[in-house]
């Protein structure tokens, strides 16, 4: 008497396995779906990084990306830290996809959040 899976039983199983190793990776770190920030567009005129953006990373993203913070290891403290780490294009995938700041933490204005996202895909200049 033969135990365990026939090859067709083996691949069956596969679609399985890949199904649910999606879903244990789409937890509480996946997109939610009323995010409206997937299609970013650099904005005329473009958001000022010394005149606006730099003063929402520092009210929303330095508390855990600056000195002491949970996330010090990437620091987002000024313009040269985020460019110079190559840290644009993380944290423009972050935003669109609603996941930072996270949920638990203080949530910048649609407004503030469509500037950052803004500054970011049009290059994160240092304006």
């Given at each position: 008497m033969r135990t365990g899976l026939s090859?067709?039983?083996r691949l069956l199983r596969l679609p399985l396995l890949l199904a649910s190793l999606v879903l244990v990776t789409c937890g509480p770190d996946a997109t939610p779906p009323n995010?409206?920030?997937m299609q970013p567009?650099?904005?005329d005129p473009q958001p000022s990084y010394a005149g606006q953006v730099s003063a929402i990373i520092q009210t929303y993203c330095v508390g855990c990306?600056?000195?002491g913070g949970l996330e010090s290891?990437?620091?987002?403290?000024t313009w040269q830290d985020i460019d110079s780490h190559a840290y644009a294009g993380?944290?423009?995938q972050q935003l669109i996809a609603c996941r930072m700041p996270p949920s638990d933490a203080p949530q910048p204005s649609d407004a503030d959040r469509?500037?950052?996202i803004?500054?970011?895909?049009?290059?994160?200049?240092?304006?």
């Amino acid at each position: 008497m033969r135990t365990g899976l026939s090859a067709a039983g083996r691949l069956l199983r596969l679609p399985l396995l890949l199904a649910s190793l999606v879903l244990v990776t789409c937890g509480p770190d996946a997109t939610p779906p009323n995010c409206p920030y997937m299609q970013p567009v650099c904005p005329d005129p473009q958001p000022s990084y010394a005149g606006q953006v730099s003063a929402i990373i520092q009210t929303y993203c330095v508390g855990c990306h600056g000195p002491g913070g949970l996330e010090s290891n990437r620091p987002f403290v000024t313009w040269q830290d985020i460019d110079s780490h190559a840290y644009a294009g993380p944290m423009l995938q972050q935003l669109i996809a609603c996941r930072m700041p996270p949920s638990d933490a203080p949530q910048p204005s649609d407004a503030d959040r469509q500037a950052l996202i803004g500054w970011l895909t049009c290059g994160h200049p240092n304006n």
